[in-house]
T-cell receptor, first 114, second 113 residues
Framework: DGGITQSPKYLFRKEGQNVTLSCEQNLNHDAMYWYRQDPGQGLRLIYYSQIVNDFQKGDIAEGYSVSREKKESFPLTVTSAQKNPTAFYLC?????????????FGPGTRLTVL | AQRVTQPEKLLSVFKGAPVELKCNYSYSGSPELFWYVQYSRQRLQLLLRHISRESIKGFTADLNKGETSFHLKKPFAQEEDSAMYYCAFPPPHASGGSYIPTFGRGTSLIVHP
């Protein structure tokens, strides 16, 4: 464990509010990723970033936004436009975002919309 | 489109029985495939990757290009093997040649005493 951290562990949000999930890594990895994990659906990619100040949409980017101002940080904002935000969110990083890269995962944040 | 399929949501076996978790892929090129595991209350972590041809915790996985499969096997299951297993596949990205992993839906393995 260690190397990639997510906070908070649990997050509660009222409908209509934006919330930001934190992801930090000290592995000196260039690539970072955000996934959403739902029962029976596996991991679905939200956004990824291969380098600072650049990021790309994944399969389910609608209603989410990210920034990558620093190499070690990749925060995810869940906006009010996300229709079904209650889920478990996983952040990951890898060395260079190239074929064969192993991903290292954070402990996750469980978001519940009240 | 490139994708990975895990047909079983749940696999339930008794301790000492052989285990095979299925993974099939669709990809026109030469794939790089992984198995990730998530034990209860632990992080998702790499179990093994086919290019390493290694055995981790007694598990092996062979890439079968003819059947487009990468099944995970263990001859004798242990209770501590109970976990969620994901087959993962990095398809080539559309721009620039970088690779973004794609995960299957996962198989929950339960090993009974």
């Amino acid at each position: 464990d260690g190397g990639i951290t997510q906070s908070p562990k649990y997050l509660f949000r009222k409908e209509g509010q934006n919330v930001t999930l934190s992801c930090e890594q000290n592995l000196n990895h260039d690539a970072m990723y955000w996934y959403r994990q739902d029962p029976g659906q596996g991991l679905r990619l939200i956004y990824y970033s291969q380098i600072v100040n650049d990021f790309q949409k994944g399969d389910i980017a609608e209603g989410y936004s990210v920034s990558r101002e620093k190499k070690e940080s990749f925060p995810l904002t869940v906006t009010s436009a996300q229709k079904n935000p209650t889920a478990f969110y996983l952040c990951a990083s890898s060395i260079a975002g190239v074929k064969g890269d192993t991903q290292y995962f954070g402990p996750g944040t469980r978001l519940t919309v009240l | 489109a490139q994708r990975v399929t895990q047909p079983e949501k749940l696999l339930s076996v008794f301790k000492g029985a052989p285990v095979e978790l299925k993974c099939n892929y669709s990809y026109s090129g030469s794939p790089e495939l992984f198995w990730y595991v998530q034990y209860s209350r632990q992080r998702l972590q790499l179990l093994l990757r086919h290019i390493s041809r290694e055995s981790i915790k007694g598990f092996t996985a062979d890439l079968n290009k003819g059947e487009t499969s990468f099944h995970l096997k263990k001859p004798f299951a242990q209770e501590e093997d109970s976990a969620m297993y994901y087959c993962a596949f990095p398809p080539p990205h559309a721009s620039g040649g970088s690779y973004i992993p794609t995960f299957g839906r996962g198989t929950s393995l339960i090993v009974h005493p």
